[in-house]
């Protein structure tokens, strides 16, 4: 099983991203799906994540701005990013934890490559 993620770039400040990311075909379930980041030098930080029975939660700086969904027929979450801010630039990392899959392996969690999202000033 592997998170993919994608939708990072380059954007001026006040503009906006989505970022998409997408279990393989292998999963069934995946209990909660999410994003961190992490900027240089400081420490990787959980942005938001969304449980499959539909409660989402976020860091207190990217709320109002950032909506996290998903859709659990296709074990995929986005992060629609809005009114971007120069220290919103990072590495974001997706996320997904208790993952089942088909044939039955549990994994508590499980990390997708980061995808570099930079704001310009």
């Known amino acids: 099983v592997q998170l993919q993620a994608s939708g990072g770039g380059l954007v001026q400040a006040g503009g906006s991203l989505r970022l998409s990311c997408a279990a393989s075909g292998s999963a069934v379930s995946i209990q909660r799906m999410g994003w961190y980041r992490q900027a240089p030098g400081k420490q990787r930080e959980l942005v938001a994540f969304?449980?499959?029975?539909?409660?989402?939660n976020y860091t207190d700086s990217v709320k109002g701005r950032f909506t996290i969904s998903r859709d659990n027929a296709k074990n995929t979450v986005y992060l629609q990013m809005n009114t971007l801010k120069p220290e919103d630039t990072a590495v974001y990392y997706c996320?997904?934890?208790?993952?089942?899959?088909?044939?039955?392996?549990?994994?508590?969690?499980?990390w997708g490559k980061g995808t570099q999202v930079t704001v310009s000033s």
């Open positions: 996320y997904g934890s208790g993952v089942l899959t088909r044939s039955s392996s549990w994994y508590p969690s499980l």
């Open positions: 969304a449980s499959s029975g539909g409660s989402t």
